[in-house]
């Protein structure tokens, strides 16, 4: 009994994995093959445009839309090092440190969206 059971379990496994392969085979051949619409003139959309595949491209788009949204303040400065509070208009809890190194040229932010996903967030650009 329990043999039967565990032989269906993997069919059935092998068509979710068939499934999913033929579901990732369409999105790399949209992403390699359809033109991305940019929304700004900036030259990292641009650049990201080329290099993210159209699931990550749409949430750097996304992230890159709500700049506008927030204000920064300065909080301290050491030679080429600077370190800023960044903070959303609507939001009190979207507020974020960030950390950057002219010298080095690296920024570090506290939501550590580019640790995660690979993309910046709203708060380093």
Known sequence: MASG???EFVVKFEKVVVCRLE????????????SRILSTSSKLEHHAAFVYTRNIFEKFQ????????????????????????VSSCYDVR????????????????????????????????
Do not use: A, P, W
């Open 5 to 7: 059971i565990i032989q």
């Open 23 to 34: 579901v990732e085979k369409r999105e790399d051949y949209k992403s390699r093959h359809k």
């Open 62 to 85: 996304d992230e890159l839309r709500k700049i506008n949204e927030f204000t920064k303040k300065k909080i301290k400065r050491d030679g080429l090092s600077y370190v800023y509070q």
């Open 94 to 125: 979207d507020t974020f440190i960030v950390n950057v190194d002219l010298d080095s040229k690296v920024s570090k932010c506290d939501y550590k969206l580019f640790e995660f996903m690979g993309i910046l967030c709203r708060h380093i650009y």
